[in-house]
T-cell receptor
Framework: DAKTTQPPSMDCAEGRAANLPCNHSTISGNEYVYWYRQIHSQGPQYIIHGLKNNETNEMASLIITEDRKSSTLILPHATLRDTAVYYCIAVNTGTASKLTFGTGTRLQVTL | DGGITQSPKYLFRKEGQNVTLSCEQN?????MYWYRQDPGQGLRLIYY???????QKGDIAEGYSVSREKKESFPLTVTSAQKNPTAFYLC????????????FGNGTRLTVT
């Protein structure tokens, strides 16, 4: 699976959009981009995933660049409960995968 | 409710003792995973299993062992050979369809003194 790179931390004011970037410059054609988040001392929670089209669900939107080398997770109206570590991973869905996680981005939402 | 149950939430052991962490899922998922997380760090893969009676080493398998005798269960044993066993352990599962997300349990925090 391709390696992903994320900034270690970001801040966002409550009510504003949080835009979390992820670089995956070596991603291959059959690798999906998945996003998870982990609130302190809990198991990570799935947020969204996509291949090349932009995706939206009730939690977030995922914007993938046309060359697929990077993506952005958007939380449209961040709340204090969105404070968490966000992980971006690339997953080869054509084969069994080890599914390894990096260190993610710690998002701090403030008043 | 379907989900993944890890027990216990907190576990304390003396150095030199083996300890087994439980992971049970009722999601009918084929694949199961064990991760280790240290403070301020990401998740590191210990072992994973794609199907019953089969499992593979992850990135940090030394000092750990697993079994997969039943589809719903994937216990992890932390042996006395593991040099730094104190950590937060997470179990996850997903469907055979590889385009399906991981579902995580809420973890077991192991402290070895």
């Amino acid at each position: 699976d391709a390696k992903t790179t994320q900034p270690p931390s970001m801040d966002c004011a409550e009510g504003r959009a949080a835009n979390l970037p992820c670089n995956h410059s070596t991603i291959s054609g059959n690798e999906y981009v998945y996003w998870y988040r982990q609130i302190h001392s809990q198991g990570p929670q799935y947020i969204i995933h996509g291949l090349k089209n932009n995706e939206t669900n009730e939690m977030a939107s995922l914007i993938i660049t046309e060359d697929r080398k990077s993506s952005t997770l958007i939380l449209p109206h961040a709340t204090l409960r969105d404070t968490a570590v966000y992980y971006c991973i690339a997953v080869n869905t054509g084969t069994a995968s080890k599914l390894t996680f990096g260190t993610g981005t710690r998002l701090q939402v403030t008043l | 409710d379907g989900g993944i149950t890890q027990s216990p939430k907190y576990l304390f052991r003396k150095e030199g003792q083996n300890v087994t962490l439980s992971c049970e899922q009722n999601l009918n998922h084929d694949a199961m995973y064990w991760y280790r997380q240290d403070p301020g760090q990401g998740l590191r893969l210990i072992y994973y299993s794609q199907i019953v009676n089969d499992f593979q080493k992850g990135d940090i398998a030394e000092g750990y062992s697993v079994s997969r005798e039943k589809k719903e269960s994937f216990p992890l044993t932390v042996t006395s050979a593991q040099k730094n066993p104190t950590a937060f352990y997470l179990c996850a599962s997903r469907d055979r369809d590889y385009n399906s997300p991981l579902h995580f349990g809420n973890g077991t925090r192991l402290t070895v003194t």
